[in-house]
């Protein structure tokens, strides 16, 4: 199985930080998602795409990145202030309008430096933390569990 992640991680390297912890628990690709026009998405089963949240939803490069994908099974995460998961939700509705099957959605807590929150050192310090760390890990092999039962029926 291939698995390829395209990652938009600009402001503190904090969905970097799950993207690499994805990595250790299942083989996958990592790339920046500026680079996504150069790839043949057809030589990935599976395709994620993550990001911290600026101004309410993931960043251009992983929305147009998203705008590339069509028809496949995808996963989506991000980190924020808030580490809502209603966040993803702009990305999984545009993946969605695009034929894409949403396999599943993972969101978590990083550290906030924007604006004011940047004079106090920031919201959110150690995040995300080792247990965010575990949770992507967790959420990535029951990503891959739900495409394998996909593929069986
Ligand atoms: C310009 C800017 C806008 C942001 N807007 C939001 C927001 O709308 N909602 C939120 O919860 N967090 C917001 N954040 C916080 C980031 O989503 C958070 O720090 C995230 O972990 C950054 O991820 P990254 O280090 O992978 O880029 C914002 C941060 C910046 C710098």
Do not use: W
């Not at 698995?3 to 996958?28: C, F, R, W, Y």
Request: aromatic share 8%; net charge neutral; hydrophobic share 40%.
């Amino acid at each position: 199985m291939k698995i390829l992640v395209l990652v938009d991680s600009h402001h503190q390297g904090n969905t970097m930080k799950i993207a690499e912890a994805m990595a250790e628990a299942a083989p996958l690709t990592v790339i920046k998602a500026e680079k996504a026009s150069g790839l043949n998405f057809d030589d990935y089963d599976i395709i994620g795409l993550g990001g911290g949240i600026y101004f309410g939803k993931h960043g251009a490069s992983v929305t147009e990145a998203a705008g590339l994908i069509h028809d496949r099974p995808v996963f989506v995460f991000s980190t924020s202030g808030t580490g809502a998961e209603k966040n993803n939700e702009p990305l999984v509705s545009l993946l969605k309008n695009n034929g894409a099957e949403v396999l599943g959605s993972f969101a978590c807590k990083g550290l906030d430096k924007f604006f004011i929150f940047k004079l106090a050192g920031g919201i959110n310090k150690g995040r995300p933390n080792d247990g965010d760390l575990e949770n992507g890990k967790k959420f990535i092999l029951e990503v891959i569990e739900k495409y394998g039962k996909k593929e069986r029926k």
